[in-house]
């Protein structure tokens, strides 16, 4: 089986990675300089006509969306438990998946990039604070749910992996919130696991080449 990820650095598309390290899966790696808009090349227009990352190719065969990748890769290493297998929590973490890419992800785009949501000249800082307090509401709601818990589950899943995309996504724009010390520890153990680590590792080295 051939599988390549097409992949940005700070973007989204650190989920799977992370995932991918966890599998054990062999795997290639294409970075996309999202600054530079190769995602609108034709070459990977060709690959992903939606313009974004991630992509995961398997055997030839794109797979878009990080609910519909993580879904797989759990499927297709299913001695690795990279999401829950008992039926409600199964469901449950689909659930949490598409809250992460339907609810958690939108207001850090806003925040990032608010001319893009509201083209009425002076708007951008209107948008940026109310995607700020979707954010804080989003992450109290993430908090309560990883009280007491080590990881979403009874074990560490690609869940933990798209919640820790989103805490460090957002520490990025260094903006002062409410304390959040469940969901914070939940990060702190994140950046401990090898998958982690690694995939950092190679987001360092990606961003080091674009700079030379």
Same mark, same amino acid.
């Given at each position: 089986?051939?599988?390549?990820?097409?992949?940005?650095?700070?973007?989204? +598309?650190?989920?799977?990675?992370?995932?991918?390290?966890?599998? $054990?899966?062999?795997?290639?790696?294409?970075?996309?300089? &999202?600054?530079?808009?190769?995602?609108?090349?034709?070459?990977? &227009?060709?690959?992903?006509?939606?313009?974004?990352?991630?992509?995961?190719?398997?055997?030839?065969?794109?797979?878009?969306?990080?609910?519909?990748?993580?879904?797989?890769?759990?499927?297709?290493?299913?001695?690795?438990?990279?999401?829950?297998?008992?039926?409600?929590?199964?469901?449950?973490?689909?659930?949490?998946?598409?809250?992460?890419? +339907?609810?958690?992800?939108?207001?850090?785009?806003?925040? /990032?990039?608010?001319?893009?949501?509201?083209?009425?000249?002076?708007?951008?800082?209107?948008?940026?604070?109310?995607?700020?307090?979707?954010?804080?509401?989003?992450?109290?709601?993430?908090?309560?749910?990883?009280?007491?818990?080590? @990881?979403? /589950?009874?074990?560490?899943?690609?869940?933990?992996?798209?919640? /820790? @995309?989103?805490?460090?996504?957002?520490?990025?724009?260094?903006?002062?919130?409410?304390?959040?010390?469940?969901?914070?520890?939940? $990060?702190?153990?994140?950046?401990?696991?090898?998958?982690?680590?690694?995939? &950092?590792?190679?987001?360092?080295?990606?961003?080091?080449?674009?700079?030379?």
């Amino acid at each position: 089986m051939k599988l390549t990820l097409y992949y940005a650095p700070i973007a989204c +598309s650190l989920v799977p990675l992370v995932t991918l390290h966890e599998s $054990g899966a062999e795997f290639d790696v294409k970075p996309i300089s &999202l600054k530079n808009k190769q995602q609108h090349d034709a070459e990977y &227009l060709r690959i992903n006509p939606k313009a974004k990352v991630p992509v995961l190719v398997v055997d030839g065969e794109p797979l878009t969306e990080n609910v519909a990748i993580l879904t797989w890769l759990a499927n297709a290493f299913p001695d690795k438990k990279l999401l829950p297998t008992e039926p409600k929590n199964a469901i449950k973490a689909l659930s949490l998946m598409a809250w992460c890419a +339907s609810g958690l992800h939108p207001p850090l785009t806003r925040i /990032f990039d608010p001319a893009r949501y509201c083209g009425v000249p002076g708007s951008e800082e209107s948008v940026r604070k109310l995607a700020l307090e979707e954010v804080i509401r989003n992450f109290r709601i993430v908090d309560g749910m990883l009280a007491g818990k080590e @990881w979403m /589950f009874d074990h560490w899943t690609a869940v933990d992996a798209y919640l /820790f @995309w989103v805490w460090r996504r957002f520490g990025v724009f260094k903006i002062e919130i409410p304390p959040f010390q469940n969901y914070a520890g939940h $990060g702190e153990r994140m950046m401990k696991r090898d998958s982690v680590k690694r995939a &950092l590792a190679f987001e360092r080295e990606v961003q080091a080449r674009a700079a030379a």
